[in-house]
């Protein structure tokens, strides 16, 4: 889609035999991808998708985000356990009477998934694409 040579777009059928994905999934995909202002479909015989926004301006996050939700990664789970209790430290800015157990594996998971989402704004769909170039260039210097 954002590299094809014939054209701006790419149809269902031709994207989920490069993919190799079924057509339903793909079709799918591409609908939360449009409603969220990622592709647009384009009509006609010759129709399809193509990107509706630079690719340069199209992050990993982005993409993820539309596909997989926005929710958190990690949940703390049973936080009344003696488990949860032991990997727990008590947080001294809050009121006696409403003071709080943070998790510690929330507290790292949340470091984490901080850290991911930063690393997959940082890349976009053109980080890809120059990229690849640079390595078909390599590849083509070799022969």
Not at 64 to 83: K, W, Y
């Amino acid at each position: 889609m954002a590299n094809s040579e014939r054209r701006q777009n790419i149809g269902i059928k031709e994207l989920s035999s490069t993919l190799g994905v079924s057509e339903s999934y793909l079709s799918k995909i591409m609908s939360k991808l449009r409603q969220d202002g990622i592709v647009r479909a384009v009509s006609g015989v010759n129709g399809g998708y193509e990107l509706a926004r630079p690719a340069e301006q199209i992050t990993f996050l982005d993409v993820i985000q539309v596909i997989e939700g926005r929710q958190e990664l990690f949940e703390c789970s049973n936080l009344n356990s003696e488990q949860h209790l032991l990997l727990a430290e008590e947080n001294p800015q809050e009121h006696d009477s409403q003071r709080k157990c943070e998790c510690l594996v929330k507290k790292v998971m949340d470091g984490a998934e901080r850290q991911l989402n930063e690393y997959l704004r940082e890349h976009s769909i053109q980080t890809v694409l120059d990229m690849a170039s640079h390595r078909c260039m390599d590849a083509g210097d070799k022969k």
